[in-house]
């Protein structure tokens, strides 16, 4: 597969952000399967399970749990679709403004010839920060399509990121990502990223963010 990474242009802008919807509502099925195999939610599953069968009824004994189950996973896809509608709104709303305003700032794509025609298969950005007088950049808006995964973009376009810090002189390079992305975590730690902070995010209501018991990891380098 030939690959190009290059900037961000306007023409890019519905494919981009289709691809980065797709990506992020995609852990949902991962953050649902974390909560719902941690001891306590298996414990309350079961527990209302048996509610039921107390309460002498057979139908009970499946509603309870299922009303409890739904509730997970709708809170799980809450938390991502809210997400994606915080940032559609924000910074993904107009990408030249957001990533490419200023020359520490930058968006990328990954553009592959799929059948003589050139198709974006993946996304990365970068934010300049100056924190505490330390010149930081954050790694943003990694995304691949799944056709093209497994395949080394994450790694290329992380690098791609790294690289562009270091030309820059940036002190460090910050990011983060949810617990349940797996693949994702498991990257960033073979690039020699470094966990610092587990947090909740806070883009949707905090019953939602708790029920669906997603962890935030922020990682470093550089």
Known sequence: MQLVIRKYRPSDREVVHNLFS????????????????????????????????????VLGALVLPGIWVGL????????????????????????????????????WVA??????????????????????GVKQGELMRLSISPKSRQMGLGSRLTQTVIDFCKERGFSELVLQTSASRTSAVNL???????????????????????????????????
């Open 111 to 132: 553009e592959a010839q799929v059948d003589g025609t050139a198709q974006i298969v993946g996304t990365v950005a970068v934010l300049a920060n100056q924190k505490e």
């Open 72 to 107: 997970i996973y709708y809170s799980c896809h809450r938390l991502y679709s809210s997400f994606v509608l915080a940032k559609l709104q924000t910074d993904m709303q107009d990408i030249t403004r957001s990533y490419l305003s200023r020359p520490d700032d930058c968006f």
């Open 188 to 222: 960033y730690k073979k690039l020699g990223f470094q966990v610092i902070l587990f947090e909740f995010e806070t883009h949707a209501p905090s019953w939602i963010i708790r029920l669906a018991n997603d962890l935030y990891v922020m990682f470093h380098t550089i």
């Open 22 to 57: 797709t990506g992020i509502l995609e852990n949902t099925g991962n953050c649902f399967h974390n909560a719902m195999t941690t001891p306590l939610y298996i414990f309350i599953t079961v527990a209302l399970s048996a509610a039921g069968v107390l309460l002498g009824s």
